[in-house]
């Protein structure tokens, strides 16, 4: 089954860097979503980058998509006290009606202030 | 901004007994999903509804749960007799359409004794 695996699990930068997180996956896909999770609250949607896009922003988020290599990254610019939290990829093999996210476990991001 | 909205945020209930998880989606969409996450564990899919039936479900979704559209905004997530397995936190989900994004309540902790 197609599995979303982020790397680091878990990764710990200053206020003011860049946090950058990796995403592998093991079947085709339609698109790739990244999500972020505070402790204790739902998944919120980042971005979705679709199986024929290679790139795309989102204020400070840059998100990448190698079908080739079946990974994507999401870049965090000027990283913020208030972007700790757990962030997810999830990746959508259909279309349609049948549209399912298959999760990863997540990474943990601590920004130190 | 328009939210999807869950009740209760924590459901204790004796093993054997039924629960209701109760959803309010965003009030234009018309695809709507559960999704549930065991401590320490991936988010995983449980089911996909759209046009008044299951368009998706997941090994997990087995003849002990149930979804209904009760009326024109609620969507319900039964399980007829619970066991300590089903502890987790359910996650409802809402999109406009199956290719964008969905967005997430905050959950229901739902704890079996």
């Known amino acids: 089954s197609q599995q979303g695996e982020e790397d680091p699990q878990a990764l710990s930068i200053q206020e003011g860097e860049n946090a950058t997180m990796n995403c592998s996956y093991k079947?085709?896909?339609?698109?790739l979503q990244w999500y972020r999770q505070n402790s204790g609250r739902g998944l919120v949607h980042l971005i979705l980058?679709?199986?024929?896009?290679r790139e795309k922003h989102s204020g400070r988020l840059r998100v990448t998509l190698d079908t080739s290599k079946k990974s994507s990254s999401l870049l965090i610019t000027a990283s913020r006290a208030a972007d700790t939290a757990s962030y997810f990829c999830?990746?959508?093999?259909?279309?349609?009606?049948?549209?399912?996210?298959?999760f990863g476990k997540g990474i943990t991001l601590s920004v130190r202030p | 901004e328009p939210e999807v909205t869950q009740t209760p945020s924590h459901q204790v209930t004796q093993m054997g007994q039924e629960v209701i998880l109760r959803c309010v989606p965003i009030?234009?969409?018309?695809?709507f999903y559960w999704y549930r996450q065991i401590l320490g564990q991936k988010v995983e899919f449980l089911v996909s509804?759209?046009?008044?039936?299951?368009?998706?479900k997941s090994e997990i979704f087995d003849d002990q749960f149930s979804v209904e559209r009760p009326d024109g905004s609620n969507f319900t997530l039964k399980i007829r007799s619970t066991k300590l397995e089903d502890s987790a936190m359910y996650f409802c989900?809402?999109?406009?359409?199956?290719?964008?994004?969905?967005?997430f309540g905050d959950g229901t902790r739902l704890s079996i004794l």
């Open positions: 999830a990746t959508d093999a259909f279309a349609g009606a049948n549209s399912k996210l298959t």
């Open positions: 079947t085709s896909i339609n698109n």
């Open positions: 009030s234009n969409h018309l695809y």
């Open positions: 980058i679709r199986s024929n896009e």
């Open positions: 989900a809402s999109s406009d359409l199956p290719i964008k994004p969905q967005h």
């Open positions: 509804f759209y046009n008044n039936e299951i368009s998706e």
